[in-house]
């Protein structure tokens, strides 16, 4: 089974989402020897522009256009990308909250490679995911516990983002996260580490894995 880690967080060491993640998948390499892993850290990946070339490529695929060579070229870097998903039978993304919402770079590598015919294709007119039978597991991040004039409902641009996405998936379950008390570490209920994406209508909840949560008592996502 193998896994794809997408690291949203640049804190590196200091990184609380990249702890949880880090030991998620270190307890899962235990009970799974020799699964491998392919970590696309946001950061340290060459994430190609979605403009120019690459948008026109889009817009000529969708209207059965031949592509130009830079058209090719640039749509072969965002297929590159889509590839890491589609060979994943695991999906972990850490991920931690920037103004309410994702880290830009996060949202660059969602939007290049949520496309048709590579994560998602038309199905009597609306879009459909192509990643079903995967499971993915959320690890979401936050500084501080939300309320009083940005209240969760409201607010949460994070985690109800990543719950919402249409496009890069089949099936939808809504993310967990570690939430921080009142000496900054994460809480948490062992079992269920994460989002699990269902494998179809009326799947049972299962745990991938039980694993402790580490020392997060740092401020950093």
């Known amino acids: ?55 026109e490529a889009k817009y000529a695929g969708l209207a059965g256009r031949p592509l130009t060579d830079a058209q090719r070229s640039a749509w072969g870097q965002v297929r590159s990308l889509a590839d890491r998903f589609r060979a994943a039978d695991l999906i972990v ?62 607010a949460d641009h994070q985690v109800a983002y990543l719950a919402d996405l249409g496009e890069a998936g089949r099936h939808r379950r809504r993310p967990r996260r570690p939430r921080r008390g009142d000496a900054g570490r994460a809480r948490g209920r062992p079992g269920r580490p994460g989002r699990l994406a269902r494998r179809g209508r009326g799947a049972r909840r299962r745990p991938l894995i039980t694993l402790p949560l580490p020392d997060l008592s740092r401020p950093d996502l």
């Open 1 to 55: 089974m193998p896994i794809l880690h997408v690291a949203a967080s640049p804190r590196g060491g200091r990184s609380a989402s990249l702890a949880v993640a880090s030991a998620f998948l270190d307890a899962y390499r235990a009970g799974h020897p020799g699964v491998a892993v392919d970590t696309l850290d946001v950061w340290a990946t060459d994430l190609p522009p979605f403009d120019g070339p690459a948008l």
């Open 93 to 154: 993304m850490s991920v931690p909250m920037w103004n309410f919402g994702l880290p830009y770079r996060l949202k660059h590598l969602i939007d290049a490679v949520s496309q048709k015919d590579l994560l998602f294709a038309f199905d009597g007119g609306r879009p459909a995911g192509l990643l079903g039978g995967r499971r993915l597991v959320v690890i979401a991040a936050r500084g501080a516990p939300m309320g009083g004039d940005f209240p969760e409902a409201e």
